[in-house]
Nanobody, 134 residues
Framework: QVQLAESGGGSVQAGDSLLLSCAMPGLTPPSTFCMGWFRQAPGKEREGVAALGSDGRTAYHESVKGRFTISKDDAKNTLYLQMGSLDPEDSAMYYC???????????????????????????WGQGTQVTVSS
């Protein structure tokens, strides 16, 4: 089974930027039809942060629009999340995910935004911690 590995987390000040990376060695379609970043803070439910479809379409949580950017490097099999203007509310464990549910994402149709809201992915990383101080 493919293992995802996040990196790039750390402790920063409000207003700083961070680049998270998610190595996805050996991941192939249909597992790559939609990939995403999620986060979970202590005492809170997991929430979808950003998703990227194989068609290049993106979806973002309302709270990160204009501040975060999801992208990928196919040559490196790596998914990225560029985070800017960080706020203490962004502090959480960040996870990358792939292998979307086939009922929502397949060769004929893929609703990456719905997957971001539902979190219906089959493969997850172990997470990387992001802490933002005011």
């Amino acid at each position: 089974q493919v293992q995802l590995a996040e990196s790039g987390g750390g402790s920063v000040q409000a207003g700083d930027s961070l680049l998270l990376s998610c190595a996805m060695p050996g991941l192939t379609p249909p597992s790559t039809f939609c990939m995403g970043w999620f986060r979970q803070a202590p005492g809170k439910e997991r929430e979808g942060v950003a998703a990227l479809g194989s068609d290049g379409r993106t979806a973002y949580h309302e709270s990160v629009k204009g501040r975060f950017t999801i992208s990928k490097d196919d040559a490196k099999n790596t998914l990225y999340l560029q985070m800017g203007s960080l706020d203490p509310e962004d502090s959480a464990m960040y996870y990358c995910a792939a292998d979307p549910a086939r009922t929502v994402c397949n060769r004929a149709y893929c609703n990456c935004g719905l997957l971001l809201r539902r979190g219906e992915f089959g493969t997850w990383g172990q997470g990387t911690q992001v802490t933002v101080s005011s």
